[in-house]
Each structure stands twice: as C-alpha cells, then as structure tokens.
C-alpha cells in the first residue's frame, strides 16, 4: 500500500475506516443497450478489469461501487472474481434497473417487493457475498411519494441480515430528504465534480450525516484531459449517444463549453505535480469531507491515476479559491 496522505480517510456507518476515493464499476460491466442504444464505456477486456481490481486493493481502495444493471450483472461477477466475500472492502450495489445477462437489454418490469428481494439475492451470488454491505436504490427519477414499498422492503432485508445499510441514488433534495431518517439510510449516490457542484444535495447530505457516494467525479471522463482538441471516444460509447442527460460529451466529443473551462483551470488542478484526475479528485475532497468519489477505470492505468489521489490529497485552499475565481469570471 502506498503513502497516504492524512486528510483522505473517513470513517463510515459502519465503524470502517477508509481511504475517500473508491472505485466505480460501470465501465468494466461492458455491454449494455437499451434497444439499440448503447448505455456503456465501449468494449471492456476481463482480464484488464480484474488487474485493475486487484492495483485498486494494493494501492488501498476499499470502496468499489456497482450495480445490478452493470453488463447485467458481469460487473458484480467480477468483483466477486476479485474479492469473494472479503469483509475489509465495503462493496456498494444498486437495484431498480435490470439487463438480461443474456441479451444485455434494459427489461421494462415494475418494481415490486418480489423483483428487489430476486435482484438482492442475485447481487449476493455474483458478489459471493452472504451479506451485502451498502445497497442502493438506482432508481434516479423515482417518485418519493411512491417509494415507501421500496425501503420498507430494505428494512425487512436489513432486519435479516441480508444487507447491512441502504441509500438512494438520486440527483434530488426531496428523494433524499423522504428517507434519511431511517436508522438504515446511511449514503446517497449523486453527481458531483468541479462543474456540477450539486450544492443543495451536498449540503443535505452533510446535514443530515449522509455519506455522498460520488459518480461522474471526472465529468465521464472529461476531466481527465484525455478529449481534448476534439478527440472521440471510441465505438460503442454512450457518450456518443444523443441522450437527454448527456451533458459533458456531444456526438462522441468533449462539449466545447466544459472543455474551454477545463483549459481555464487546467494549471490550477495540476499544481503540486498532480494529473488532472488527481486535480478534479483533490478537488472534491477538499469540497466536501462526507464524500467519496468514485471514478469509473478500464485499465490499470486509470486505476493508478486515480487513486494517485491519495498520496496528493486534497487541493490546497488557496487553489481552490482560485478555481472558483476563474470559474465564477
């Protein structure tokens, strides 16, 4: 394990101490369609994810982050490959969407009491896992006037010891606000990086003792620097898809306005040796001490850049300052 600077760790709901940068599991999933509409990172080699895992464990990692609905459950599988039921690594799963591990297509059904317990138990055979440590409901949009059935079901798992703590992953205040005072309802998964700050929501869960579970912390991959000067992603990327939420990338490229914003703080997040990554990562641990980020990897290489984060730490905060400054002018 390498040298970890002394402002990364938290302390989580369960007593756990850990490192505040985990690691995202979309990508490595792979395929996954919603018709014919492609809703992954382009092809994804096993063997590569499964290295990935393991640099991800020897450089400290112990959060990692997926769900139900990743390559129809491969991305779960690969963990389970990975790390079996370790009890040092939280592993953290969402339900609510499903993908037939057949076809890789999102399934129409309605969620139902029944359909949660199936797709928890399936989480806990492709995990290999007895216990499920976080899960989440992936369910973003979902009416929380209508979600009662929802968390009363994860209370019944809980009760059972069949899941140790749940949350929501969801972008709303009033989603989050509806259940956080169940004793069970411990994170919500939300967007949060330099250029979607999602203050009310941050701010929420700090209030309310929330942990914030971080997804798109890079923007999709922006805030790495890797598309710029017009660079397209490669074939069967979602990013090159015309989806309502696709905000950072259009037609396969990164979106002109967050790129010349990112060439304007560019220096600014590479200070003290930094890659961008680290910058953009520094930056939300230097934002928020309730969150982890969770950026997604396909190599072994993202890995190592990412969780380069923890030996950099957080942004300085005369940096931070000045990262607001530009970005405010």
Same mark, same amino acid.
């Given at each position: 394990?390498?040298?970890?600077?002394?402002?990364?760790?938290?302390?989580?709901?369960?007593?756990?101490?850990?490192?505040?940068?985990?690691?995202?599991?979309?990508?490595?999933?792979?395929?996954?369609?919603?018709?014919?509409?492609?809703?992954?990172?382009?092809?994804?080699?096993?063997?590569?994810?499964?290295?990935?895992?393991?640099?991800?464990?020897?450089?400290?990692?112990?959060?990692?982050?997926?769900?139900?609905?990743?390559?129809?459950?491969?991305?779960?599988?690969?963990?389970?490959?990975?790390?079996?039921?370790?009890?040092?690594?939280?592993?953290?799963?969402?339900?609510?969407?499903?993908?037939?591990?057949?076809?890789?297509?999102?399934?129409?059904?309605?969620?139902?009491?029944?359909?949660?317990?199936?797709?928890?138990?399936?989480?806990?055979?492709?995990?290999?896992?007895?216990?499920?440590?976080?899960?989440?409901?992936?369910?973003?949009?979902?009416?929380?006037?209508?979600?009662?059935?929802?968390?009363?079901?994860?209370?019944?798992?809980?009760?059972?010891? *069949? *899941?140790?703590?749940?949350?929501?992953?969801?972008?709303?205040?009033?989603?989050?606000?509806?259940?956080?005072?169940?004793?069970?309802?411990?994170?919500?998964?939300?967007?949060?990086?330099?250029?979607?700050?999602?203050?009310?929501?941050?701010?929420?869960?700090?209030?309310?003792?929330?942990?914030?579970?971080?997804?798109?912390?890079?923007?999709?991959?922006?805030?790495?620097?890797?598309?710029?000067?017009?660079?397209?992603?490669?074939?069967?990327?979602?990013?090159?898809?015309?989806?309502?939420?696709?905000?950072?990338?259009?037609?396969?490229?990164?979106?002109?306005?967050?790129?010349?914003?990112?060439?304007?703080?560019?220096?600014?997040?590479?200070?003290?040796?930094?890659?961008?990554?680290?910058?953009?990562?520094?930056?939300?641990?230097?934002?928020?001490?309730?969150?982890?980020?969770?950026?997604?990897?396909?190599?072994?290489?993202?890995?190592?850049?990412?969780?380069?984060?923890?030996?950099?730490?957080?942004?300085?905060?005369?940096?931070?300052?000045?990262?607001?400054?530009?970005?405010?002018?």
């Amino acid at each position: 394990m390498r040298k970890m600077h002394m402002a990364v760790q938290m302390t989580l709901w369960n007593g756990a101490r850990v490192p505040r940068v985990g690691v995202g599991c979309w990508a490595i999933g792979g395929r996954m369609m919603s018709g014919a509409v492609s809703l992954n990172y382009g092809e994804v080699d096993d063997a590569a994810a499964l290295a990935g895992l393991r640099v991800a464990d020897e450089m400290g990692a112990r959060v990692f982050d997926t769900a139900a609905a990743y390559g129809g459950g491969h991305s779960e599988w690969l963990l389970g490959q990975a790390f079996g039921g370790r009890d040092d690594l939280v592993i953290v799963t969402k339900f609510g969407h499903r993908v037939d591990p057949g076809t890789r297509q999102f399934l129409d059904e309605r969620l139902t009491p029944a359909l949660i317990r199936e797709t928890v138990d399936q989480s806990r055979l492709n995990l290999q896992r007895d216990r499920l440590d976080l899960v989440l409901f992936h369910v973003n949009d979902f009416d929380p006037a209508e979600a009662g059935f929802v968390f009363d079901t994860l209370d019944e798992l809980r009760d059972a010891g *069949i *899941i140790g703590a749940y949350g929501w992953s969801t972008d709303h205040v009033e989603s989050a606000r509806a259940f956080a005072g169940r004793d069970g309802f411990v994170a919500i998964e939300n967007d949060h990086n330099i250029f979607d700050r999602a203050e009310p929501l941050m701010a929420f869960a700090k209030e309310a003792g929330l942990i914030s579970l971080n997804r798109l912390p890079l923007a999709m991959g922006l805030l790495t620097g890797k598309y710029r000067g017009g660079k397209a992603v490669g074939p069967g990327d979602l990013r090159a898809e015309k989806l309502d939420w696709m905000k950072y990338f259009r037609n396969g490229r990164a979106t002109p306005e967050f790129a010349t914003r990112l060439e304007a703080i560019r220096d600014l997040l590479c200070t003290g040796g930094r890659s961008l990554a680290q910058g953009a990562l520094g930056w939300i641990l230097a934002k928020a001490p309730h969150a982890i980020p969770v950026p997604g990897f396909k190599s072994e290489t993202q890995v190592r850049d990412n969780l380069g984060t923890l030996e950099k730490g957080p942004l300085p905060d005369a940096i931070m300052a000045e990262i607001d400054a530009v970005l405010d002018a």
